[in-house]
């Protein structure tokens, strides 16, 4: 889901943005898009104290 904030930022969902990491990745090596996807959403997070630029 995409949402615009009061300041007119835009914020993007988790689901949105693993989808679009398992396409880009599935598009580069051929695997289908619903395994990767499923990989990403099962997938402990390794490095959860680090945080992401914006």
């Given at each position: 889901?995409?949402?615009?904030?009061?300041?007119?930022?835009?914020?993007?969902?988790?689901?949105r943005?693993l989808?679009?990491?398992?396409?880009s990745?599935?598009?580069e090596?051929?695997?289908?898009?619903s395994?990767?996807?499923?990989?990403?959403?099962?997938?402990s997070?390794?490095?959860?104290?680090?945080?992401?630029a914006?």
């Amino acid at each position: 889901m995409v949402r615009k904030t009061s300041t007119g930022k835009v914020t993007v969902s988790r689901e949105r943005i693993l989808r679009a990491a398992a396409s880009s990745s599935a598009i580069e090596t051929g695997e289908r898009t619903s395994v990767i996807e499923q990989r990403l959403k099962r997938r402990s997070r390794r490095f959860a104290k680090l945080p992401l630029a914006f």
